[in-house]
């Protein structure tokens, strides 16, 4: 069950990620943006290595879905990030990320390794990285894939206890 494959990210080598592309890239989804902006404190130094990563997110399901994006609901982040990080959904998160987007988060984990070890992240890092990536994520994969998936995605979602927006 997944969207992003591998030849997707390896495109990455190939399309640069300069400040100017990554907002640009953060811009196209602007709630993202505001979201990212409201998480900052939380992030720690995990910040630049995560919001790259949303970038590239973003850039991975644009060239995948031609830049279709289904609007969510105002305010769709916070509850989704609410759902995460206070009804402990936080603690199976990784799985269900695999579950939903092998590849996108498989990738995310690798950079956020290399960004631990480089810089000396804490724990604390690692996990507000992850939580936030991976509601980012979830959101993406609501908004960009195929509404012929919505069932497939909620039933998933239950499975978790992140549902019921």
Known sequence: MSLIDSATLQMLDQNPFDPQSIVEHLGFVPDIFDFLKTKEDVLGKSRPTVTYAVAITIW???????????????????????????????????????????IMWNYFLNLIQAASQKEDWTQQDLTAGAMVYGTILACCILMFWQEDYLVEIEKTLQNYGLSSF
Request: aromatic residues 10%.
């Open 60 to 102: 991975a399901y644009r060239q995948k879905t031609n830049s279709q994006v289904r609007e969510l609901p105002k305010g769709f982040l916070d509850v989704l990030w609410k759902k995460i990080s206070e009804e402990k959904a936080g603690e199976y998160i990784s799985e269900l990320m695999e579950s939903l987007e092998p």
